[in-house]
């Protein structure tokens, strides 16, 4: 089992900069051995919308929504995932999750969310 626990969440004004990280704990080997990580957000009255990725190997991938904005990261000597949210607008305002796709078992975990508020 691995449990993933995002924080960094709140409340900032328009134009604005937050940092989220996702740190996973638990198997170990489900942990290290993933397709990719990724960071996803859902709006009220809006479906989960996958924002970044950040592959085991490979480039990084972005919605054309953050493209330029956001930037996802990881520090796997901490097990952690990192996004980086620049220029935020207030439609960016959502709940945000991590999720890690591992390869053991092919199985997908996901965190419980943290809020981000963007005050116009």
């Known amino acids: 089992q691995v449990q993933l626990v995002e924080s960094g969440g709140g409340l900032v004004q328009a134009g604005g900069s937050l940092r989220l990280a996702c740190t996973a704990s638990?198997?170990?080997?489900?942990?290290?051995?993933?397709?990719?990580l990724g960071w996803s957000r859902q709006a009220p009255g809006k479906q989960r919308e996958l924002v970044a990725t950040?592959?085991?190997?490979?480039?990084?991938n972005y919605a054309d929504s953050v493209k330029g904005r956001f930037t996802i990261s990881r520090d796997n000597a901490k097990n952690t995932v990192y996004l980086q949210m620049d220029s935020l607008k207030s439609e960016d305002t959502a709940v945000y999750y991590c999720?890690?796709?591992?390869?053991?078992?092919?199985?997908?975990?996901w965190g419980q969310g943290t809020q981000v508020t963007v005050d116009s």
């Open positions: 950040i592959p085991s190997g490979g480039t990084t």
């Open positions: 638990g198997d170990i080997l489900s942990i290290k051995v993933f397709n990719f």
């Open positions: 999720n890690l796709n591992s390869r053991i078992g092919s199985r997908v975990y």
